[in-house]
């Protein structure tokens, strides 16, 4: 699908970012979650490395997040930037204080709304059991404490750009609530869909605890099926949309990935645009990585197996050099195809493969792969938590990386595998269709193995395929080689981005 409708811009080269001539936007950057400070998934990877880009390019920006507990402020240097904010809720004026600190060594402002009876606990959505009961609350205080934020420095950006559901209600408060305030008037807002899956749906009696009043919930505005959709509310009342890969744009106006919202979708159509992820290689490079046991480049990716030696030793599998290992990071959630994985487990560890996993997330998976783990200790190391430092010896220790994903909105787990040298073994949906080539016949081209239809068989194909690959070194060489040198930089979706920016300020 064409990413953008109007002649926003040209291909780009991916030369070095450069400012780009002119005056460049404001840009304000909103998140529940940003790498470093805080990370669930690659929602985390983006926010931190967007703005890294943006600023090369020349704009100002600044971004906001909640002060979650996991939040080191010694860690962080955070300083004290507004002690006590007045923010205006449905159930009275409540207070933030305000922290700040600087995004790596930039000059990036970072503010962090700080209010302990909403924020100062260990998950940031929830625990494995499931979200926490006033999420509503929690992110509709994030929302108006922002804006407020504004107020308080005095300084108005020419675009928010907002992130998933728990930064929805902005675009509608902006709308409703600021719509007479000058101040307000000129900003305009980008929302960006991460995940359609998650929505942000609450009971309709938590409305006038948000401060929105009741003409709002209505089916053009942000009811659904009469419940409160954040979701919703920002693709409603936000002057463009966009997500995070073009195929992706284009299956979330259908039945099948729309999760309830396609309709929507197509009456925003004309707002509706796909821009890819990139992957900050300042952070994810097995050149400079220090994680690893030793760096290489596409030149000696040899050097890979020193990392697998580690891997497996740590792991407590036995290492054998012809014997392909498969790598699993993940958020553990029905969205990543472990049901597939599960039904064809015995074919797949039948093989010679070894499997390992690092994930958190929904009890039945964590219940699933402990029961697996006890079935096939040989073959399969499973590791039920949250560890980066896991993460890149698995990326860099690993021959090939699953990722059969029921829906995939970009994916980052590919890219950086691909950039390490792990072959992806991907289902073709969304930015992973986008981002993943199937092997061709003859073996010349392409940089991973796809399977298309949702069924665990033709998984099982793919796998065979790549282990049969695996055992023909030329073949696996030039295919390492063609992964690695794949450019995901951000270069090129930073520079789309800011056209977007652009258009939205002249519509
Ligand atoms: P999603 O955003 O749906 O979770 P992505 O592939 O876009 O999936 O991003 C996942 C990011 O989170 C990647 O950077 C991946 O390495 C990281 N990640 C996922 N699970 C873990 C984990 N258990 N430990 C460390 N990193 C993880």
């Not at 509503?136 to 407020?148: D, G, I, P």
């Amino acid at each position: 699908m064409d990413a953008f409708k109007k002649p926003l811009f040209k291909k780009e080269d991916s030369s070095a970012l450069s400012p780009v001539q002119g005056p460049q936007p404001k840009i304000l950057l909103v998140a529940s979650e940003i790498y470093p400070f805080a990370k669930t998934g690659g929602l985390a990877d983006v926010v931190g490395a967007l703005p890294l880009a943006l600023i090369k390019l020349g704009c100002e920006v600044a971004l906001i997040m909640p002060k979650y507990k996991s939040v080191s402020p010694e860690k962080y240097r955070l300083k004290y930037e507004i002690n006590g904010l007045s923010v205006p809720m449905g159930m009275g004026d409540m207070s933030a204080d305000v922290l700040s600190t600087r995004l790596g060594d930039t000059q990036i402002k970072v503010y962090f709304v700080q209010c302990d009876r909403y924020f100062d606990r260990d998950g940031l959505y929830g625990t494995p059991e499931g979200d926490y009961h006033d999420n509503a609350e929690r992110f509709a205080f994030f929302c108006r404490s922002s804006l407020e934020l504004l107020r308080a420095l005095d300084w108005y950006p020419d675009v928010i750009h907002l992130n998933d559901w728990q930064t929805g209600l902005i675009p509608a408060y902006l709308k409703t609530l600021y719509a007479d305030q000058k101040a307000y008037q000129k900003i305009k807002t980008l929302f960006t869909i991460h995940n359609m899956a998650y929505q942000g749906l609450f009971p309709k009696y938590v409305l006038p605890m948000t401060g929105l009043r009741w003409e709002e919930f209505k089916q053009e505005k942000l009811e659904f099926y009469d419940q409160v959709n954040y979701l919703k509310a920002g693709l409603v009342y936000s002057d463009a949309i966009n997500t995070v890969s073009p195929t992706y744009a284009a299956e979330i106006k259908t039945d099948e990935f729309g999760q309830g919202l396609q309709g929507v979708l197509n009456i925003r159509s004309e707002d509706l645009h796909g821009i890819l992820n990139g992957i900050d290689y300042e952070e994810w490079n097995p050149s400079t990585d220090k994680e690893i046991p030793a760096q290489y480049t596409v030149k000696n990716h040899d050097r890979k197996i020193e990392s697998k030696v580690k891997l497996l030793n740590e792991m407590g599998l036995e290492f054998k050099a012809k014997t392909p290992v498969i790598g699993l990071v993940s958020r553990l959630s029905d969205q990543k195809g472990f049901d597939l994985i599960s039904e064809i487990i015995e074919p797949f560890l039948a093989m010679d493969v070894q499997l390992v996993v690092l994930g958190t997330g929904d009890a039945r998976y964590h219940e699933m792969f402990q029961a697996l783990q006890q079935r096939f200790p040989k073959k399969l190391a499973v590791n039920l938590k949250y560890d980066n430092r896991l993460a890149k010896l698995i990326y860099a220790g690993s021959d090939m990386f699953l990722m059969p994903s029921r829906f995939e909105p970009c994916g980052l787990g590919q890219m950086i595998a691909m950039k390490y040298g792990s072959i992806p073994l991907v289902r073709k949906t969304g930015g992973l269709s986008d981002t993943v080539e199937n092997l061709s016949l003859e073996g010349k081209k392409g940089t991973g193995f796809v399977f298309e239809n949702y069924q665990s068989e033709d998984l099982l194909f793919i796998i065979r395929r790549a282990v049969e690959a695996f055992g023909q070194p030329k073949i696996w060489k030039e295919l390492v080689q063609r992964a690695m040198t794949k450019d995901f930089s951000w270069t090129a979706s930073a520079r789309q981005y800011l056209e977007l920016y652009g258009y939205i300020r002249r519509k």
